[in-house]
């Protein structure tokens, strides 16, 4: 098996680049407005002489540049494996991570203060009562003194349901809490999410701690992560760098912000992207799509026949379809007493109903041990003033997508159907949010910032790797573990 390369180098990315760092061939009117009309940015502040010093005086939020895929390394540094008791799933990981020529440890390093580890894994997978949680604090607890800036904390624990006991699926629960409690301590970029790994599923984590300890998963904090028996065979990558390699892939919504992130990230990743959107996007899709290898195809999603015509398309010109990532959407903002018909019915059509329609000429399309990721929104789950339409459209999708992965006929396939949640990703879409209920929506997440488009798509990536079995059902959230609705 070869080393999935990832660097930590710290990319700093400005939004003059695109999301692999290239300098922007073609930045839209919209875009530019963005990113380029001067506005208060408080993180770029609080980096800068100035900003570092009273925002460190006043204790104020500091986000730090966090460490996102490049093409080095899977993760630089020491990883501490440890656990409770028979901890089998850290004895597993031992041997992948070794086998990857990751240098591993099972206590922190001496002196403790040096920053030399890079991540901590925890098993509590043989928990049975709530006092055995007091071995996960002594275990993080010296290590986070030793953790390189953008760390990794992953726990791993067995689903309280699974439980043969009441005090062991209380026990079992409590992982959550403290995960998600530490992940609002952390700083500097460190993220620390929970891995609940079904009995006999334990093959099907290793795609999910690989992406948790790399850059991909940059904005994912305070998560719980389900992983369960595996959906079809597992098949490792051929080669960890391009897992996507042989697979044709659509992206809905391509021409701008997370669907043109999502399409360069599955190319780079090695599939064939049929880049999607309306006819007015026309040029920059075709720009996008000659740039990375791919087809383009505009066509509004409402359309009727939208699923059928890029089944076709996917059939005539790359022979067959694995991938489906819907990620167009739309919004319409404003009170639910003020909210027309029109505005309510356009964000329901673009961002759910034509999205059910698509699927039923999309899933049949699809090859056995396909994919299909959904985007969905925070706001879907917590809700958010002056978007009732938009919530309700995204709370469906997340239900579409648990109620989509149960099908008998979808199961049959081997297709995996998972959704991502992100909170505030910096787009087009969030470009008119007024300056205070963006720099609010900005800093309410543990990460005190927002989110680039690539932050999505490589969880969307990640979601349709062929390892990526385990994972089905599932909504991710992508939002730095905003303080709402994560
Ligand atoms: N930006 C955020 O903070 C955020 C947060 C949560 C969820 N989302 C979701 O992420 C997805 C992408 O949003 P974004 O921020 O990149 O926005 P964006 O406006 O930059 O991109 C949306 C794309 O969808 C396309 N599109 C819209 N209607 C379409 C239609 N009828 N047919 C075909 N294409 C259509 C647009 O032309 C555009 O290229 C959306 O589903 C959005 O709801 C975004």
Same mark, same amino acid.
């Given at each position: ?112 203060? #040096?920053?030399?580890? !890079? ?18 604090? =002594? ?9 390189? $800036? ?9 689903? $309280? ?23 609002? @301590? ?9 891995? @609940? ?47 996507? =390699? ?8 391509? +021409? ?10 599955? !190319? ?58 819907? #990620? ?6 404003? $009170? ?5 018909? =029109? ?21 049949? !399309? ?5 994919? #299909? ?38 199961? +049959? ?53 062929? @390892? ?19």
């Amino acid at each position: 098996m070869s080393r999935l390369t990832e660097s930590p180098a710290r990319v700093r990315r400005s939004p003059e680049h695109t999301p692999l760092g290239r300098p922007h061939p073609e930045r839209s009117h919209e875009e530019r407005l963005h990113f380029e009309r001067p506005h208060f940015d408080y993180a770029h502040f609080a980096q800068g002489h100035l900003g570092s010093r009273l925002t460190k005086a006043l204790r104020l939020p500091r986000p730090a540049p966090l460490r996102r895929y490049s093409s080095d390394t899977l993760i630089d540094g020491v990883v501490l494996i440890d656990g409770y008791a028979e901890a089998v799933v850290a004895a597993r990981m031992r041997d992948n991570l070794g086998a990857l020529g990751i240098p591993l440890a099972d206590a922190p390093p001496e002196p403790p203060g #040096v920053s030399s580890l !890079a991540a901590v894994i925890v098993d509590m997978t043989s928990i049975t009562e709530p006092h055995h949680l007091e071995t996960m604090r =002594a275990i993080i607890a010296p290590a986070l003194r030793c953790l390189a $800036p953008c760390g990794r904390v992953i726990a791993i624990v067995r689903p $309280p349901q699974e439980a043969s006991t009441v005090a062991m699926a209380a026990a079992r629960r409590g992982v959550d809490g403290a995960i998600r409690s530490l992940a609002k @301590e952390l700083e500097a970029g460190t993220t620390a999410n929970t891995v @609940e790994i079904a009995d006999m599923a334990d093959g099907a984590a290793e795609s999910v701690i690989r992406f948790l300890l790399s850059g991909r998963s940059a904005y994912v904090s305070g998560q719980l992560i389900r992983v369960g028996a595996p959906v079809g065979p597992l098949t490792p990558p051929l080669d960890w760098t391009t897992p996507l =390699a042989q697979c044709v892939a659509v992206v809905t919504g391509a +021409a701008s912000g997370i669907g043109e992130a999502t399409a360069r990230t599955l !190319a780079r990743d090695g599939a064939v992207v049929v880049c999607v959107d309306v006819p007015a996007r026309e040029a920059e899709l075709a720009l996008l799509s000659t740039e990375i290898g791919g087809s383009a195809l505009t066509l509004d999603i409402t359309d009727p026949h939208a699923g059928a015509r890029i089944a076709a398309h996917c059939r005539e010109h790359h022979g067959g379809l694995d991938i489906v990532t819907h #990620v167009a959407g739309t919004k319409a903002d404003g $009170p639910l007493s003020d909210l027309d018909l =029109a505005r309510w019915r356009t964000v329901m059509e673009v961002n759910l109903t034509s999205v059910l329609r698509m699927n039923d000429a999309l899933i049949p !399309a699809i090859r056995e041990g396909g994919h #299909v990721v959904f985007v969905s929104s925070t706001t879907g789950l917590a809700g958010n003033r002056g978007q009732a339409n938009y919530a309700a459209s995204k709370a469906g999708v997340i239900a579409m997508t648990s109620a989509l992965a149960g099908q008998d006929s979808v199961r +049959a396939k081997q297709v995996t159907v998972n959704a991502v949640a992100p909170g505030y990703i910096a787009t087009t879409m969030t470009a008119d949010t007024p300056v205070l209920a963006r720099e609010v929506g900005k800093f309410l997440n543990s990460l005190h910032q927002a989110g680039l488009p690539t932050d999505v798509a490589e969880v969307i990536s990640w979601l349709c790797w062929p @390892e990526t079995r385990g994972v089905n059902g599932e909504t991710i959230r992508v939002c730095g573990q905003l303080l709402t609705g994560a």
